[in-house]
């Protein structure tokens, strides 16, 4: 509101100034990120393009719309110049503008690019993931057309869900990493940079954020494994304490510190 008013798009005082979060209101979801082992479980899996609309998401951490998006035109020397976003059908700008930094490609993730754009024909412009008519591919039908069906099989008879037959119960084969959307590939990024040791400012700067806080807050998820080895750190640098000489309530020396005492002070 304060921005609204600002821009001169309000006048007046803020109607929600004294509005306040019910204390009964349920607490908000646990956000999902992805470890580097299930992406490359995930891509073993997809077939192209869905794959590769997936590693980029993976190892650039680009939103949705902005996967939907991308040109070829914005893939060159080595990085993506992301120009644009695409949501609900709608062309838009990044989302801010340290949305419209570069962002590096990374080997791997370029010759996926490369054999993807040999497929497609060798263009030199043009959306990077098209559909049959040359425009953007719609990512929400690869979901479910592509990668739904291939990480959701049956544990019997090993069939995707979809082609499951019918005289047994579809169990899911929970050896298939699960898909928890496109989003939690970019935290996954931030989440496995986080992992390798990479600053938190350093991040914020691949992910485009804002504000350092939005990538601390959301997009950095710390595992139990990350927990105990922080905690054997501690324990580790944490000086051994010298052994002290075991003795009673008056200071009586004990030699025998496995004896049992007769009486109890």
């Given at each position: 509101?304060?921005?609204?008013?600002?821009?001169?798009?309000?006048?007046?005082?803020?109607?929600?100034?004294?509005?306040?979060?019910?204390?009964?209101?349920?607490?908000?979801?646990?956000?999902?990120?992805?470890?580097?082992?299930?992406?490359?479980?995930?891509?073993?899996?997809?077939?192209?393009?869905?794959?590769?609309?997936?590693?980029?998401?993976?190892?650039?951490?680009?939103?949705?719309?902005?996967?939907?998006?991308?040109?070829?035109?914005?893939?060159?020397?080595?990085?993506?110049?992301?120009?644009?976003?695409?949501?609900?059908?709608?062309?838009?700008?990044?989302?801010?503008?340290?949305?419209?930094?570069?962002?590096?490609?990374?080997?791997?993730?370029?010759?996926?690019?490369?054999?993807?754009?040999?497929?497609?024909?060798?263009?030199?412009?043009g959306p990077i993931f098209a559909n049959a008519v040359g425009k953007p591919l719609s990512l929400g039908s690869v979901v479910n057309r592509t990668i739904l069906p291939a990480l959701n099989h049956c544990?019997?008879?090993?069939?995707?869900?979809?082609?499951?037959?019918?005289?047994?119960?579809?169990?899911?084969?929970?050896?298939?990493?699960?898909?928890?959307?496109?989003?939690?590939?970019?935290?996954?990024?931030?989440?496995?940079?986080?992992?390798l040791g990479v600053p938190d400012m350093v991040i914020q700067r691949i992910l485009r954020h804002a504000n350092v806080s939005t990538t601390a807050t959301y997009y950095i998820k710390t595992a139990a494994?990350?927990?105990?080895?922080?905690?054997?750190?501690?324990?580790?640098?944490?000086?051994?304490?010298?052994?002290?000489?075991?003795?009673?309530?008056?200071?009586?020396?004990?030699?025998?510190?496995?004896?049992?005492?007769?009486?109890?002070?």
């Amino acid at each position: 509101m304060s921005l609204a008013k600002q821009q001169d798009y309000f006048r007046g005082e803020n109607p929600a100034r004294d509005s306040a979060i019910s204390p009964n209101a349920p607490e908000p979801q646990e956000t999902y990120a992805y470890t580097l082992e299930e992406v490359q479980a995930i891509l073993s899996l997809l077939p192209e393009p869905a794959a590769t609309a997936f590693a980029v998401a993976a190892f650039m951490g680009l939103r949705h719309g902005e996967v939907q998006g991308l040109l070829w035109e914005n893939f060159r020397d080595g990085e993506m110049y992301v120009s644009r976003s695409i949501w609900n059908g709608r062309v838009t700008d990044t989302k801010t503008r340290k949305g419209r930094a570069p962002v590096p490609v990374i080997r791997q993730l370029a010759e996926r690019l490369e054999m993807h754009r040999l497929r497609c024909g060798n263009p030199k412009a043009g959306p990077i993931f098209a559909n049959a008519v040359g425009k953007p591919l719609s990512l929400g039908s690869v979901v479910n057309r592509t990668i739904l069906p291939a990480l959701n099989h049956c544990e019997t008879c090993h069939k995707p869900e979809l082609d499951h037959d019918e005289d047994h119960e579809f169990k899911r084969d929970a050896s298939r990493p699960e898909w928890h959307g496109w989003h939690a590939a970019r935290r996954g990024l931030g989440s496995n940079l986080y992992r390798l040791g990479v600053p938190d400012m350093v991040i914020q700067r691949i992910l485009r954020h804002a504000n350092v806080s939005t990538t601390a807050t959301y997009y950095i998820k710390t595992a139990a494994d990350d927990v105990r080895n922080a905690m054997a750190k501690l324990e580790n640098s944490i000086p051994v304490a010298k052994t002290k000489t075991l003795t009673d309530t008056f200071g009586t020396l004990n030699l025998d510190s496995t004896a049992v005492p007769s009486t109890v002070n």
